[in-house]
């Protein structure tokens, strides 16, 4: 009996919860986009960042790095999350989210937090395409003078985030870099439709960005 329950729970699946390394949010206004605070995401014409070689001044996006070292290499991946909060009081309606959900893609180019200029986003910056993102997101409600919860599938695709985490995996530097984008406009909604979300330099642990991953052992 014992050694059936030791068996079953060797075997149960394994979750691992990380905090990105490092962020920064990218914007060209931002007084300090490195520091963790908040990371934000809005877009323009309805587009939710700006396509290879195009200006992205009026857009804002934000830059995560995970370090991938301590995950378990050769388990098969079978779910992941990207868990955020956005701040209370959210200034877009339930309908714009769900038009315009968060959109997570993989990031052109490596940055570092503490040496990021607006001027390196011509060469860092989200993949553009519409096949690049791993999952979208949106609350589900907007309670009021609370952090709102937002949850992205990143297995949902139409990118396949099992690949670009085991190649993050094999990488030398074993570093995993996501972006967070939206299509949703402040220049036509008003200057309160945008995601802020709660950055890794949050004190409240639960309220950190977090990457939720569940391995079958």
């Known amino acids: 009996m014992v050694l059936s329950m030791l068996a079953l729970a060797l075997l149960a699946p394994k979750s691992i919860s990380l905090v990105p390394k490092e962020t920064v949010w990218v914007y060209a206004n931002a007084s300090s986009p490195g520091d963790g605070t908040f990371l934000r995401a809005w877009g323009v014409e309805g587009k939710s ?65 503490k040496k990021w200029t607006f001027e390196m986003s011509s060469k860092v910056h989200p993949d553009s395409s519409d096949k690049a993102i791993f999952g979208t997101g949106y609350p589900k409600e907007l309670p009021k003078e609370v952090p709102v919860p937002i949850s992205v599938d990143l297995l949902k695709g139409p990118n396949d985030f099992v690949k670009a985490l085991a190649t993050a995996m094999a990488g030398s530097d074993h570093q995993l870099n996501l972006s967070l984008t939206s299509k949703l406009d402040p220049s036509t909604d008003g200057r309160a439709f945008v995601y802020k979300l709660i950055g890794q330099a949050e004190t409240k642990e639960w309220l950190r960005p977090q990457l939720v991953l569940v391995f079958e052992q």
């Open 49 to 113: 960042c700006p396509p290879d070689g195009e200006d992205a001044g009026q857009f804002s996006f934000s830059l995560l790095k995970w370090d991938v070292s301590s995950l378990p290499t050769g388990a098969k991946l079978i779910s992941a999350k990207l868990m955020l909060n956005n701040v209370p009081d959210p200034g877009y309606t339930l309908d714009a989210a769900k038009r315009c959900p968060i959109e997570v893609r993989p990031l052109v180019g490596n940055f570092e937090a």
